[in-house]
């Protein structure tokens, strides 16, 4: 049950065949986290709506909790090394809380000590 990152979702908006390929690939078992749908929202234009949401909706998507935001907060004391934003702690954590992999462009966003890396070749 991989989790996509907000990049890779937006590639698939924007065309890339590849990212929609990668998409397809895990279509029974794919998740996001509520941060990855309001960062897409809020990129989106309004004529966009209709589309981005109903790939969206194919998701499971996992809700910010409590746990999630102290995993989050642990996180971001672990590593402020890194300058990790909000989001991406958030994302991080909620990868971690259910042991899955981040599918994601930006890997160095992401620890490797706290998280499971898939960094898509395209």
Not at 43 to 58: A, F, N, Q, V, W
């Amino acid at each position: 049950m991989p989790v996509f990152d907000t990049d890779v979702i937006i590639d698939a908006l924007r065309g890339v065949e590849k990212a929609k390929v990668l998409l397809l690939k895990y279509k029974r078992n794919n998740y996001i986290s509520s941060i990855t749908r309001a960062e897409v929202y809020f990129g989106m234009r309004k004529d966009e709506r209709y589309r981005t949401t109903s790939l969206l909706d194919c998701f499971k998507e996992i809700p910010i909790d409590r746990e999630i935001v102290e995993m989050a907060y642990d996180i971001k004391e672990n590593t402020k090394y890194l300058a990790m934003t909000l989001n991406d702690c958030l994302i991080c954590a909620s990868a971690v809380k259910f042991n899955e992999f981040i599918i994601t462009r930006n890997s160095r966003h992401y620890p490797a000590r706290f998280v499971r890396i898939f960094k898509p070749r395209y």
